[in-house]
T-cell receptor, first 116, second 115 residues
């Protein structure tokens, strides 16, 4: 089956620092990747759609200058949480779909971000 | 290791039918279970979240139940409509590396509601 990896799996940082999370499709190309966030006891919520070679599409209420997304290649999308604050502490997960009309999404293992 | 299975993988029904989607998980030590909808080429849309202490949640024509002890959840869709056609995913949130939570997704059920 298709594999999606995320790195790092866990990060703890000080308030004000920027954190980059990588999402890679290991054995397939993904034109589109999705970034999600889940706060404790809440549902997983879509943050943005990452499109290879073009700007990401952000969901309402998600600050594009706060959460920078770069989809530089067909196998890699990065999410950078800029000037992170404690309220950004959350579980971030990405997913990627194969092309060719296969709409199955393959999920990464997630990244736990804790901002002190 | 948690495993989540969804049955059936695909379902086609005529408009108006009530239907049930099934989700089973192997490890009952979960914090919650979530149901999502995915439209082709789009991200997931959260439908219902059931905490481990709850037995069901309802939203409109949707009702989700959770039987943690048996490792099962069902999503009931009443009076199905063509607009309900999508892939439905369930995911369980468990304990991960003693430090956080991990989501495990099922393979999804692709639903088609025919007019």
């Amino acid at each position: 089956g298709a594999v999606v990896s995320q790195h790092p799996s866990r990060v703890i940082c000080k308030s004000g620092t920027s954190v980059k999370i990588e999402c890679r499709s290991l054995d397939f190309q993904a034109t589109t990747m999705f970034w999600y966030r889940q706060f404790p006891k809440q549902s997983l919520m879509l943050m943005a759609t990452s499109n290879e070679g073009s700007k990401a599409t952000y969901e309402q209420g998600v600050e594009k200058d706060k959460f920078l997304i770069n989809h530089a290649s067909l196998t890699l999308s990065t999410l950078t949480v800029t000037s992170a604050h404690p309220e950004d502490s959350s579980f971030y997960i990405c997913s990627a779909g194969r092309d060719r009309g296969d709409y199955t999404q393959y999920f990464g293992p997630g990244t736990r971000l804790t901002v002190l | 290791k948690q495993e989540v299975t969804q049955i059936p993988a695909a379902l086609s029904v005529p408009e108006g039918e009530n239907l049930v989607l099934n989700c089973s998980f192997t490890d009952s030590a979960i914090y919650n279970l979530q149901w999502f909808r995915q439209d082709p080429g789009k991200g997931l849309t959260s439908l219902l979240l059931i905490q481990s202490s709850q037995r069901e949640q309802t939203s409109g024509r949707l009702n989700a139940s959770l039987d943690k002890s048996s490792g099962r959840s069902t999503l009931y869709i009443a009076a199905s409509q063509p607009g309900d056609s999508a892939t439905y995913l369930c995911a369980v949130e468990g304990v991960w590396d003693n430090a956080g939570n991990m989501l495990t997704f099922g393979g999804g059920t692709r639903l088609m509601v025919k007019p």
